[in-house]
């Protein structure tokens, strides 16, 4: 039982909290990829206790860890909750770990779309509506799911979307190093 536990505590090295299960599906699908060890929780909500909670829950299993926050709600301040949030998770820094907010321009379609080569992504008003129609003209069928996301994480260009998108980049650093 004690190898079983000190096994699990080396296979992961960063914990990376998402909002949704196809956000956990592409985050999976990069890191696969890249072989980063990681392990991805879905917080399912925005608010920022729920994400501190899931944090605090996993100290000491990982060296470091992540949100990733959509600043994509029309009409709803998401500067607040995001400054919320790294307000709750700088209580944490005192456990050794390294804890890092990234705000996700518009949503993680906007990554995936800055790894399809479309240009200036971030500034997509709908991002999950582009990545629709860009699909359905190469003949594809959109359908948003985890394990949809994880196959397009494998096909996008990881340089490409870390040259258009400079909080993937910041994600991608944070991840592999």
Same mark, same amino acid.
């Given at each position: 039982?004690?190898? #079983?536990d000190?096994?699990?505590?080396?296979?992961?090295?960063t914990?990376i909290?998402?909002e949704? #299960?196809? &956000?956990e599906?592409?985050?999976?699908?990069?890191?696969?990829?890249?072989q980063?060890?990681?392990?991805?929780?879905?917080?399912?909500?925005?608010?920022?206790d729920?994400?501190?909670r899931?944090?605090?829950?996993?100290?000491?299993?990982?060296?470091?860890a +992540?949100? $990733?926050k &959509?600043?994509?709600?029309?009409?709803? &301040?998401?500067?607040?909750?995001? =400054?919320? $949030? +790294?307000?709750?998770?700088?209580? $944490?820094?005192t456990?050794?770990?390294?804890l890092?907010?990234?705000?996700?321009?518009?949503s993680?379609?906007?990554?995936?779309? +800055?790894?399809?080569?479309?240009?200036?992504?971030?500034?997509?008003?709908n991002?999950?509506e582009?990545?629709?129609?860009?699909? #359905?003209?190469?003949?594809?069928?959109?359908?948003k799911?985890p394990?949809?996301?994880?196959?397009?994480?494998d096909?996008?260009?990881i340089? /490409?979307?870390? /040259?258009a998108?400079?909080t993937?980049? =910041?994600?991608?650093d944070? $991840?592999?190093?």
């Amino acid at each position: 039982m004690v190898l #079983q536990d000190n096994r699990r505590h080396t296979l992961s090295n960063t914990l990376i909290i998402v909002e949704g #299960q196809t &956000d956990e599906g592409f985050i999976k699908g990069i890191a696969d990829r890249l072989q980063a060890k990681c392990k991805v929780l879905v917080m399912r909500g925005n608010r920022a206790d729920k994400a501190y909670r899931l944090l605090k829950a996993h100290m000491g299993n990982f060296n470091k860890a +992540a949100v $990733l926050k &959509d600043i994509h709600r029309a009409g709803v &301040d998401t500067t607040a909750i995001i =400054d919320q $949030l +790294a307000s709750k998770i700088k209580q $944490l820094e005192t456990q050794k770990i390294q804890l890092r907010v990234f705000p996700v321009k518009r949503s993680i379609e906007a990554w995936i779309l +800055a790894g399809l080569c479309l240009n200036n992504p971030e500034e997509i008003l709908n991002p999950e509506e582009e990545l629709k129609k860009l699909m #359905q003209r190469e003949g594809k069928h959109y359908i948003k799911s985890p394990e949809i996301y994880t196959r397009i994480a494998d096909e996008i260009d990881i340089e /490409k979307a870390k /040259k258009a998108s400079k909080t993937f980049k =910041d994600f991608i650093d944070f $991840l592999t190093t």
